[in-house]
């Protein structure tokens, strides 16, 4: 089945803490990105990902940070979380071709995360 | 940057009703997206339109992107109480060397049985 992945879906954690947010998708999408979901403010893009070894920076990139060693897998890291990073985040993935019916996103189910 | 207007930000309507809402921007797009998030899971790709005037149905969903190409909306005919959900609007500016996907703040549907 084709599906993009998240874990964990909840999380609880404290203020500075690290903590890793794993995304996979098994559908050889070049493109994935990460997007956190907040109450009157929808999606907001944090990183997104080109390809392998290609990442860039989305409108609220501060405080995380990313990684692309591998197609199918794109991580979240939050270095020292805060409470105002808790959100609900959104991994997602596409093809990346000319065409734009090609640049649909598939996304996978949230991950909760509480910064205490 | 650029910033989508989504409205309403919620709606209550009975079974059976019609809804329409839509999207604005002060920005040029080349592609608008409307999405369906059901509680607890991720959104949903609804409807893609691709081209200004473009008018794409899917079911009981009705899409348009509008001819300024700063605008769309969405229709639902008959609502039914699966159609309960966060809705959201999406565009895709153009750019080269791949894509940007910005969306609205959504519309929460209600649909009272």
């Known amino acids: 089945e084709a599906q993009v992945t998240q874990n964990p879906r909840y999380l609880i954690t404290v203020t500075g803490k690290k903590l890793t947010v794993t995304c996979s998708q098994n559908?050889?999408?070049?493109?994935m990105s990460w997007y956190r979901q907040d109450p009157g403010l929808g999606l907001r893009q944090i990183y997104y990902?080109?390809?392998?070894?290609?990442?860039d920076k989305g409108d609220v990139p501060e405080g995380y940070k990313v990684s692309r060693k591998e197609k199918r897998n794109f991580p979240l890291i939050l270095e020292s979380p805060s409470p105002n990073q808790t959100s609900l985040y959104f991994c997602?993935?596409?093809?990346?071709?000319?065409?734009?019916?090609?640049?649909?996103?598939?996304f996978g189910p949230g991950t909760r995360l509480t910064v205490l | 940057g650029q910033q989508l207007n989504q409205s309403p930000q919620s709606m209550f309507i009975q079974e059976g009703e019609d809804v329409s809402m839509n999207c604005t921007s002060s920005?040029?797009?080349?592609?608008w997206l409307w999405y369906k998030q059901d509680p607890g899971e991720g959104p949903v790709l609804l409807i893609a339109?691709?081209?200004?005037?473009e008018l794409t149905s899917n079911g009981r969903l009705t899409a348009q992107f509008g001819i300024t190409r700063k605008d769309s909306f969405l229709n639902i005919s008959a609502s039914i109480p699966s159609d309960v959900g966060i809705y959201f609007c999406?565009?895709?500016?153009?750019?080269?060397?791949?894509?940007?996907?910005?969306f609205g703040a959504g519309t929460r549907l209600f649909v009272k049985a």
């Open positions: 920005s040029i797009f080349n592609t």
């Open positions: 339109l691709y081209k200004a005037g």
């Open positions: 990902s080109m390809n392998v070894e290609v990442t």
């Open positions: 997602a993935s596409s093809y990346l071709g000319a065409s734009p019916s090609y640049n649909e996103q598939f």
């Open positions: 999406a565009g895709q500016p153009l750019i080269t060397g791949g894509f940007k996907t910005i």
């Open positions: 559908m050889n999408h070049e493109y």
